[in-house]
């Protein structure tokens, strides 16, 4: 199961057709035809090939919520969230596996306690380093909803204790820390990546009626992330490119980011797992 929560980053890059501008591509000419001893891929391949990552994706994420009545960090909300994402770009998916799911682990506070990557708030403090740390899969989730056309009041209630939660660990330079001593790469790879997704999952839910702290660490977030110097690993990169394009700033402001992506890809056409190579 360890793979299927990793592939929804392979289908959301397929289906996200609505990003503002073609980020690998040069500024002003459209993206370098694949080499001749790689055959570009045909719309009917990577359709075929997404349609058949989601039907992986349903039915492990299933398993592991049957076997292990966890979401963990990833293994639920990933998946979650790639399928919201594929069928908002036309892509068939079991709507009511996604459904029930949501509602599993965001329809009520017992629920989102029973999905095991909240705390408890009868628990007593942890007085360890890692209690001053946030579950990644608590982000992850707040996105993947950000996918769903609609929500009950339930699971909003849900979103907005998970933005608590978010905003009480927000540290005082305005990052955040990892709720256990290891980091386990690549879904949880550097502190910076962790911030990317976490103002995501602010910032989906940053309107009007947000909370003023939600506005606060949101704005505290972008600053320190903006400010603090990135690792080479490309999936830093990659999600400033993203998170950049999410938040509307224009190619020049990521074109360096871009072409050190560019800089990082292989001779074989793709990228490492975690390490530059």
Known sequence: MAR??????????????????????GADEPAAAPSAAIPAATREQTQQTVERAIVYMQAESASWLKSRGCAACHHVPMPMWALGEAERQGYAIDKKFLTE?????????DKLLSSKIFPNPADPPDPRPS????????P????????LPNLTEGQ???????????VKKQQPDGSWEFFATLRRPPINETQTADAAWIIMALAGD????????????LSKGIAWLDAV??????????LKVWLGARFGKSRAELQTTIDELLALQRADGGWSQTVPE
């Open 4 to 25: 299927a929560s990793w592939i929804a980053l392979f289908i959301v890059p397929l289906c996200l057709s609505h990003l503002p501008f073609p980020l690998l591509a």
């Open 156 to 166: 909003k209630q849900s979103l907005r204790l998970i933005a608590e939660e978010i």
């Open 101 to 109: 799911t949501t509602e599993s682990l965001l329809g009520s506070k």
């Open 140 to 147: 992850f989730l707040a996105v993947a909803a950000q996918t």
């Open 229 to 238: 110097k990135p690792s080479e690993l490309h999936q830093d990169k990659a």
């Open 206 to 217: 940053s309107g009007l009626d947000a909370h003023e702290s939600q506005r606060a660490a």
């Open 131 to 138: 209690g001053r740390g946030l579950n990644i899969g608590l």
